[in-house]
């Protein structure tokens, strides 16, 4: 390569995107500049935007451009159930699910002491302070199933200790619609542990 | 979803980018936004800047923010050859595989009479121009093995019939029906060593 400096400078610029590898930049670049320059240049000034402009939620700590989200300012949610999750993406995933109405507080993150990542790191005093407020009777720890996010929910579990407030879990089990065979060891036993009455609903 | 429109209007943008469906879109906004809004902020800079600045090469015609690109710039290209291809992408294809060494002529696509694409949208007027301008031996048809690259190669060696001009075309090893931008290096450059005359059957 090549023709042009600002293309390749566009080609390198797109390998900030996850997933993204040198083929890939080729072809969004190539695609915008010969067939969509309109919508490349909606989505560079969006994207400007949005960097510029989006930060936290002062309620919950989810990514938005106001003081408060749209879900922390629905009226619409259930105010005495608070779901604590590592990422906006795992709030969103929950959102997509449905079922669940209540509100959600954001760590971005989970305690790593290795990497120096603390309580304050992920929040946990703002988290003390929404639930200071009152109003939320239970808190529904829905970290990440895995080292990291389950020692996060126990650290915060302990905080929790000689309050009123109920502490749950997500259920552990074999996702719905799996098969078997394919389900990890790991969780496979803990579905074991966890078996419920069998009631043929 | 969701908790934020700005966000929202990010994620719907980012589906311009070819390959890019809902969850993946999700994925790049999150990603830009929690973990990369420095990268983030470059990429929307340069290609804001990129698809105001990158226009055509006056004399090749592939992409390039200046009047002539890094290739017809060069002068330890060889001039007596021509190579015809209808993209960018393939141009970006065949330096990749290396050892061709002369020149480029990019179409922007493909006679397509059904969809109202004529000679003269593929520069058609400007190739013969730039073959009028001399130093040329030998043009290499290589548009796409498609029957819209055919009809396109066709085309042109009949308007270059009675010229002294020797005619040639990429020797099949690629693949009939295949887009040249996806066709590995090694077998590339193999057909372009065993490239034809060009007898119009
Ligand atoms: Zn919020
Ligand atoms: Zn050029």
């Given at each position: 390569m090549s023709f042009s400096p600002l293309v390749d400078r566009l080609l390198e610029s797109l390998r900030?995107?996850?997933?993204?590898g040198p083929k890939t930049a080729q072809r969004m670049a190539l695609h915008l500049l010969e067939r969509d320059r309109e919508g490349g240049r909606r989505l560079a000034h969006i994207m400007a935007e949005a960097l510029e402009e989006v930060g936290y939620c002062?309620?919950?700590?989810?990514?938005?451009?106001?003081?408060?989200?749209l879900l922390c300012r629905?009226?619409?949610?259930?105010?005495r159930l608070l779901c604590v999750v590592e990422s906006p993406a795992d709030m969103l995933a929950i959102e997509e699910a449905g079922g669940y109405q209540g509100q959600y507080f954001v760590l971005h993150g989970h305690l790593s002491p290795l990497d120096g990542i603390g309580p304050e790191d992920i929040g946990l005093d703002q988290l003390e302070a929404r639930l200071d407020?009152?109003?939320?009777?239970e808190v529904i720890?829905?970290?990440?199933?895995t080292v990291e996010g389950e020692a996060t929910a126990h650290y915060i579990a302990m905080q929790l200790t000689g309050s009123r407030l109920r502490l749950s879990r997500l259920a552990y089990g074999v996702p719905m619609g799996g098969e078997l065979e394919y389900v990890d060891g790991g969780t496979l036993s803990r579905a074991f542990n966890g078996r419920l009455p069998f009631t043929g609903e």
């Open positions: 900030v995107l996850p997933g993204v002062q309620r919950c700590r989810t990514l938005t451009e106001e003081e408060l989200c629905s009226t619409r949610r259930d105010e407020e009152g109003g939320i009777e720890l829905a970290t990440n199933p």
